[in-house]
């Protein structure tokens, strides 16, 4: 457990750091990937609802704090967006183990992505991105920032939905080893009893 | 029909074992976990957001939050330096592919600037005797502070960056940042060793200049959202703005009062003009010196009287 913790610690620092040093500054095709937003998603997938909103508020800590912005903004926005992913994979991944083995909803509740089919992150990425933009726009727009929706929901949303789903692929990829299924561990102790 | 007692009987009276039903822990209890954490978090956000906005500028949570940027510095610094290589690779391979014609107009400029230059050695020289002559105090003098970007703003619509260096290097709000190409915009926020630059580019940003070429003044603001143009606005008609003009700080707000920025720190080229009865002012285009989207070290410009020096 606590070095499952220490992992996602770590991931969602290196994130953290590299989306504001290195992917924020990326304008391409008028929008920028967010390697932060896509990171969490993979990890509330993979660990279900409350880390991935407690991975979310310490992401957005991180971001307000390096970008000297106002605290707790980016906390309150990607909190919400962990949940949600978590939540989204709890439910499918029972759903679908439903249908095939009829598994206890206590073990869907620890065990949130056995079962999530291929296009969840996918998925995923998709809704968020695009929730994540408007929760930010109406959040900055309430604080009476200048922000443009045009391009906030026009020119900026589409590019980097695209970029996002690019990076899901090998960013869930490489979240997924860091933080393996625990549905594995626990099946290999069956077949040892078994044997 | 008559009851038939024996028959219910063995069917209510059986010690049938009928299925338990869930208990509310094994339901309820993940779930209620669930919520509770992400009320506390939904609750501290909104605490943060609160207390931010309302404590001073020297309250505990910005002092934290300094303190915080200042311990991320050096693994920002640290990825910066790491990335480097690869963002001057990517920008020398960009560059190339427009080497040739920009090489062609470099050297027409070259010629015109070396004339440029000669002339403007006599005018400086005429106007520091006049100056004197009038009793003008000298331009306030700046010191050069180097930062390098540490971070850029989490979306797009925000149009800031953070810089390398506070107030502890002599760095205080409002001062002005550049490169060598032109003006980026000012400093809005200052811990002890890192600052928050509004660039030209945000909305929020305007900026007293004039045309080098015809000396028409207006405001230099953000253009259309996203694309990194800029706009000079509230310039007379009257004046003859062309293609191609250069754009700097006229170094004062409608003529009298000091302006934020010095004058004469270019700012971009007009790009475009245009003129329409039903307008009052001119619209023009401003194509910015400073490309914004690609910046890695700033100059900021620290006031030498402020600091003493």
């Not at chain 2, 909104?46 to 020297?58: G, K, M, Q, W």
């Amino acid at each position: 457990m606590a070095a499952d913790a220490a992992k996602v610690t770590l991931l969602v620092f290196a994130a953290a750091l590299a989306q504001v040093t290195v992917f924020a500054s990326m304008a391409l095709l008028g929008g920028s990937p967010d390697l932060l937003l896509v990171t969490l998603v993979a990890i509330a997938l993979l660990r279900g609802a409350i880390t991935g909103a407690a991975a979310g508020f310490a992401a957005g800590l991180l971001v307000d704090t390096a970008n000297l912005e106002t605290l707790g903004l980016t906390s309150l926005v990607l909190s919400v967006a962990g949940y949600w992913t978590g939540r989204y994979g709890e439910t499918s991944g029972r759903v679908a183990r439903r249908a095939n083995e009829r598994g206890s909803q206590a073990l869907a509740a620890v065990q949130p992505s056995r079962n999530l089919g291929a296009h969840a992150p996918l998925m995923a990425v998709l809704v968020v991105t695009a929730l994540y933009s408007v929760a930010a726009y109406a959040l900055h727009f309430v604080l009476g920032d200048h922000v443009s929706a045009r391009l906030v929901l026009l020119d900026a949303l589409l590019p980097a939905i695209l970029w996002n789903l690019l990076l899901t692929v090998p960013v869930y990829a490489v979240v997924r080893r860091v933080l393996p299924l625990p549905m594995a561990a626990d099946r290999a102790r069956e077949v040892n009893l078994v044997a | 029909v008559p009851r038939d007692r024996t028959v219910r009987l063995a069917v209510l009276g059986s010690s049938v074992q009928r299925p338990h039903p869930q208990k509310l822990s094994a339901r309820t209890g993940p779930a209620l976990r669930r919520r509770i954490v992400m009320g506390c978090l939904v609750l501290l956000s909104l605490v943060l957001i609160t207390a931010y906005f309302r404590e001073p500028a020297d309250g505990g949570l910005h002092a934290a939050q300094g303190a915080g940027a200042s311990a991320l510095r050096p693994f920002q610094v640290g990825i910066e330096r790491v990335v480097r290589p690869f963002r001057d690779a990517w920008g020398w391979f960009d560059g190339l592919l427009e080497a040739k014609a920009d090489n062609e107009r470099l050297v027409e400029e070259l010629t015109a600037l070396r004339q440029e230059l000669a002339q403007n050695k006599a005018a400086s020289q005429q106007n520091a005797h006049l100056r004197q002559q009038l009793g003008i105090d000298a331009p306030p003098r700046f010191d050069l502070v180097p930062a390098v970007i540490l971070s850029h703003a989490a979306k797009q619509f925000e149009q800031e960056v953070v810089v390398s260096v506070g107030s502890d290097d002599g760095v205080e709000v409002n001062d002005p940042v550049v490169t060598a190409k032109g003006l980026v915009g000012r400093v809005v926020h200052v811990t002890s060793g890192t600052a928050r630059v509004t660039l030209l580019t945000d909305e929020s940003t305007y900026v007293s200049a004039e045309d080098a070429d015809t000396g028409a003044k207006g405001l230099v603001g953000a253009g259309r959202a996203g694309s990194g143009s800029l706009v000079l606005d509230m310039v007379d008609k009257r004046f003859e703005v062309a293609d191609g003009d250069t754009v700097v700080t006229s170094g004062s707000r409608r003529g009298e009062e000091p302006s934020l920025y010095p004058r004469g720190i270019p700012i971009g080229e007009v790009s475009s003009v245009g003129r329409s009865d039903t307008e009052i002012y001119m619209q023009i285009q401003v194509r910015p010196f400073v490309d914004f989207g690609s910046l890695d070290a700033v100059t900021v410009l620290a006031s030498k009287e402020r600091n003493g020096g």
